[in-house]
């Protein structure tokens, strides 16, 4: 009986060790197969997408309605539609400190939304011999960096590029309804949403006429420089509480707020500056474009104000 226990016992002991033996032996296989699977399977490769100018300003020109215009200032003011680019920076105006950033963050393509060459065409010859244009040019050579004016296109995206950054900073995105000139804000002072347009969109200094206690709800928002004509026009048609604009001709809206006021309207007049009123919606832009260029880096540098307040 002890000898048939024992036999039994051994028997057991011998048939899990051959189960473990087989067991590791399926590993060792599976182990190896696995090794030289991963010996001869192909690295994956990540290809990184180039573009050149022309092929990301065709990008851009999908997303406008009606694009590409017949007439339009929005064109190539320097450089070479076919080279590559290796960085972007979207900005109000390509001032030369602009251009020498650009340069040092390995970005050479510009998108501006205003002229380069200080005349709306950018039209190189109406100044012959110009110095200032032609050490600008130079600068741009040397730095190969292109340029293309977004202007007519910006504004033409549906919504507008500039309105919409300007409506984002400033926190007005809920109360405006596309295609309405007018929409309305909580009531405010004046003086308080002075302060406010300060704060939101970073401007040191603004002009405004109008009583600093008043109080401002309907809002007609234009920035940049509408003209007289369009900026008067929607004071009469909409009656705003406050009109907020870039810039004037001082000869005509602001003097037909003065006259205005005079005769009892109640219309006030804030004045950002052109640059800093605009400068939000080339800062969305890069919000806009980024997603559909991941592999080009987007950077926006503001133009800033120009002048200097005594």
């Not at 709800?217 to 907020?244: T, Y």
């Not at 950077?299 to 200097?308: C, R, V």
Request: aromatic content about 8%; some cysteine; charged content about 20%.
């Amino acid at each position: 009986m002890i000898n048939q226990t024992i036999h039994s016992t051994k028997l057991k002991l011998l048939k899990r060790k051959a189960f473990i033996q087989q067991g590791l032996k399926l590993i060792g296989a599976t182990a190896i197969s696995g090794y030289s699977a991963g010996l001869l399977a192909k690295p994956t490769i990540i290809h990184s997408r180039t573009y050149t100018i022309q092929e990301i300003i065709n990008l851009i020109l999908r997303e406008i309605p009606g694009a590409p215009f017949e007439h339009t200032v929005d064109t190539l003011k320097s450089g070479n539609p076919d080279q590559q680019v290796s960085g972007i920076v979207t900005t109000m105006f390509a001032t030369g400190k602009v251009i020498e950033e650009a340069a040092r963050l390995k970005a050479n393509f510009i998108i501006a939304h205003e002229p380069s060459f200080y005349n709306h065409e950018d039209d190189l010859n109406w100044e012959p011999n110009n110095q200032v244009v032609s050490s600008k040019m130079n600068l741009l050579k040397q730095s190969n960096i292109a340029i293309w004016r977004f202007h007519d296109y910006w504004h033409s995206h549906h919504p507008d590029g500039i309105r919409q950054g300007v409506l984002k900073d400033t926190g007005w995105l809920a109360y405006y309804q596309e295609g309405k000139a007018l929409f309305q804000i909580p009531p405010l002072s004046l003086r308080e949403l002075i302060a406010h347009l300060q704060k939101s969109l970073n401007i040191a200094h603004v002009r405004s006429i109008g009583d600093p206690g008043q109080v401002c709800q309907s809002i007609a928002l234009m920035p940049g420089a509408a003209g007289g004509q369009r900026q008067i026009s929607a004071v009469e048609k909409e009656k705003p509480d406050v009109l907020i604009v870039g810039e004037v001709h001082e000869w005509e809206t602001a003097e037909y707020i003065r006259d205005a006021r005079f005769f009892g309207s109640k219309t006030a007049l804030i004045i950002l500056g052109h640059s800093v009123s605009e400068e939000p919606g080339m800062a969305w832009l890069v919000d806009w474009l980024q997603p559909k260029i991941p592999e080009i880096k987007i950077t926006h540098i503001a133009s800033g104000d120009p002048f200097n307040w005594s």
